[in-house]
Every structure is written in structure tokens, then in C-alpha cells.
């Protein structure tokens, strides 16, 4: 599906769910003052765009990182406070647009884990520890962890699969300065974030987040923010009662895909049920958050 033309603006680049928009008057990103990041309804998953796309889901995800930004307002991030100078969005993408400016981005997913859930549990089974960070005997699935840790992972080139890796290897990747600044940053974030959700009745279980620094040397969060792509969302009255799988994200279309897919070649077509019921969970976690 090609991306949709926007008044003023030069598309310039397609990622598995985002569109990436330059003035058009500008040549690239690399001379570009100002981007616009626009949210497509396309759903990802084990690195895989999916069809069919979920119906409103970019306009909601576009919601749910707007009101985080304005939430955790200690933190820098990508968005941009138009002026009377800046080009205009069109209403056409209003909804499912983020005017934002350019950052250069750490090859890095700062990924934060509160909850012993998903590839973590799977690792933890047979060594006792997630990402090379050691965790207590006797944990169960979807446990609470004594405190939230920070496993990163490499942001492979599109349509390479990411790879966990250690804080060593962070370091090696962007200096000691950084890592410790995009480590600490993220646990911050994470803690902030997940206390705000739990007033609403919602666990934040884990989330990744990706920053750049921007034309000042600054570091600030970019991408998308604490979304129901990004983020593993429970209600916190199921879980209390036992239930660790009534998410608010697309775990619904992970676990899907896991019991129909042997996660070789292209993956199979969503059904509808599968789609509506993403869609609803999307809508109703907005509703929950009060976002």
C-alpha cells in the first residue's frame, strides 16, 4: 500500500507502521528542519507488517504518544510546537500525525521490563535470568519483578530481526556516556509511566522506548512513546485475580500468530475477529488512561 500524499509535504520513507514526511520544498532528511510522522492503521508483529491493517489504530497510537509526552513533560522529547513558519498539517492526517524534529537516532531499543512476561519468561526458564541479568529463583509468568530492568536490544536495518544485547555491548555501540544516560532515562520513564497507568487501574508490564539527540546534542525520546505497539498493557484488577492475559495491546494478534504460524515465510491473514477485537482493546485502554 503506497503511502498517502500530503499537501506540503514529501514523503520519504515507509517503516513497517509510520510514514515519514519531509517539507517539500526540502531536499532529504538530512536538510530538514521539521518532519511529520504520520501513524498508518498497519499492525506488526515478529518483525512482520500484517494484513488486513486494524481499523483507527494509527489514530489512537497517535493519541496514546501524545498524551505520554505530555505526562512525563521532565523528560525531552521529538515534538514540535508549530509557529506561525512551520508548514501546516493537513486535517487529512491531523488525527494520526506527530509534528516532529529531526533526530539522529541510537541504534538502540532501550527496552524496560517490570513483569516477567513473553521472550523474558521463555529465557528466564532456562537460565534463570533475562538478557543476562539475573533474577530471584521461583518466579512464575507474569510475576512482578523485584524492581524493572533495562534489557536493550540492537535495532537491526528494516527487515532484519532485532537482537537482545548486553549494557556492554550498548556501550560499545554508542559510548559509556550515552548508554548510561539512555539506560537511566528509560528506567525513569518506565517508573513514571507505569505509576500514572496503575492510578487508572492499568499495569504497565514492559516497553521499549528509542531515542536520538538532536541538532543541540540533546537526547530525547523519539518515535513513538509508550504505545499499545510498543508497550505490554494488563488490567490490573484481572491480574489481581489471575489473569495475566487480559492485555490491551496486540497480544491478541501475537497469540494468534502463535498458535497459527510457524513464524516461516509470509504470515498468514488476520481474521476478522482477530482485527475487531485488537481494535476494541486499542480503543478501550484510550478510554482507561483517559487519553
Known amino acids: 500500500m503506497s503511502a498517502p500524499a500530503v499537501d506540503g509535504w514529501q514523503h520519504v520513507s ?11 520544498d526540502t531536499a532529504s532528511v538530512a536538510t530538514a528542519t521539521e518532519l511529520l510522522l504520520v501513524a498508518s492503521d498497519r499492525v506488526s508483529a515478529y518483525d512482520f507488517a500484517l494484513e488486513p491493517p486494524i481499523p483507527g489504530k494509527g489514530e489512537l497510537l497517535t493519541r496514546l504518544s501524545r498524551f505520554w509526552f505530555t505526562q512525563l513533560g521532565d523528560v525531552p522529547n521529538h515534538l514540535l510546537t508549530p509557529t506561525a513558519t512551520s508548514i501546516p498539517v493537513p486535517d487529512s492526517v491531523a488525527s494520526r500525525s506527530m509534528h516532529v524534529m529531526p533526530l539522529r537516532m541510537f541504534p538502540v531499543e532501550c527496552v524496560v521490563r517490570g513483569y516477567l512476561v513473553g521472550s523474558g519468561w521463555v529465557e528466564y526458564q532456562e537460565s534463570g535470568s533475562v538478557c543476562g541479568v539475573p533474577l530471584p529463583a521461583g518466579l512464575s509468568n507474569g510475576d512482578r519483578l523485584p524492581e524493572p530492568i533495562y534489557t536493550p536490544a540492537y535495532k537491526a536495518p528494516q527487515g532484519e530481526h532485532d ?19 539512555l539506560r537511566d532515562r528509560s528506567l525513569h520513564v518506565y517508573s513514571e509511566a507505569a505509576a500514572i497507568a496503575l492510578e487508572r487501574g492499568v499495569i504497565i508490564a514492559d516497553t521499549k522506548f528509542e531515542f536520538g539527540h538532536d541538532a543541540d546534542g540533546q537526547i530525547r525520546i523519539g518515535d513513538e512513546v509508550l504505545t499499545s505497539d510498543s508497550s505490554r498493557y494488563w488490567d490490573a484488577t484481572t491480574y489481581a485475580e489471575g489473569n495475566r492475559t487480559n492485555s490491551f495491546d496486540k497480544q491478541i494478534v501475537r497469540d494468534w500468530l502463535s498458535a497459527n504460524w510457524d ?29
Open 163 to 181: 537482537e537482545n544485547i548486553s549494557f556492554d555491548r550498548t556501550v560499545e555501540l554508542v559510548g559509556a556516556e550515552v548508554a548510561t544516560q
Open 263 to 291: 513464524k516461516q515465510g509470509t504470515p498468514p491473514v488476520l481474521p476478522d475477529e482477530i482485527v475487531e477485537r485488537t481494535a476494541a482493546r486499542y480503543r478501550e485502554l484510550i478510554e482507561r488512561l483517559g487519553a
Open 14 to 24: 515507509s517503516g513497517k507502521v509510520r510514514e515519514l514526511y519531509v517539507p517539500a
